[in-house]
């Protein structure tokens, strides 16, 4: 259903949940398909933070398997850059095929959520290891 299908009613929820998404970076993150566990909220809260300024260097420490890279490298960038499209992420990795695999998903989610974020991806700049913003 497009906006001009939607009453005005429904049209004004949905501006209202893409604002939510875009400033709750938990809200983001259910809309991805993830739910937060206490720990993850910790780490969401701390790239919260980030984000507003607060932390300038954040050093995650977790242990193994505690989702703390699909927080951090792949939920969390979309939902960065859709705070202030004139940033940057960098990706790195200890491989190429590991940045590219994290990187792939990051593009995969914005173009996914697009509308929800407010961008997308860039059509004349698509690769999973260097792609960019519209």
């Known amino acids: 259903m497009t906006h001009s299908q939607l009453s005005p009613q429904e049209a004004a929820r949905e501006l209202l949940r893409r604002r939510t998404v875009r400033r709750d970076l938990t809200a983001w993150s259910l809309q991805c398909g993830f739910t937060p566990a206490k720990h993850h909220k910790l780490l969401i809260n701390r790239l919260e933070a980030v984000t ?5 260097r954040l050093a995650i420490f977790m242990p193994p398997g505690s989702a703390k890279s699909t927080y951090s490298s792949a939920v969390f960038p979309p939902w960065y850059l859709a705070q202030d ?15 590219e695999r994290w990187g792939r998903r990051v ?7 697009g509308a929800t974020l407010g961008y997308g991806i860039a059509q004349d700049n698509q690769s999973a290891g260097r792609w960019a913003t519209s």
């Open 52 to 56: 507003r300024g607060e932390i300038d």
């Open 85 to 99: 499209p004139t940033k940057s992420v960098i990706a790195a990795s200890h491989t190429a095929e590991l940045a």
């Open 107 to 113: 593009r995969n989610l914005i173009a996914e959520h």
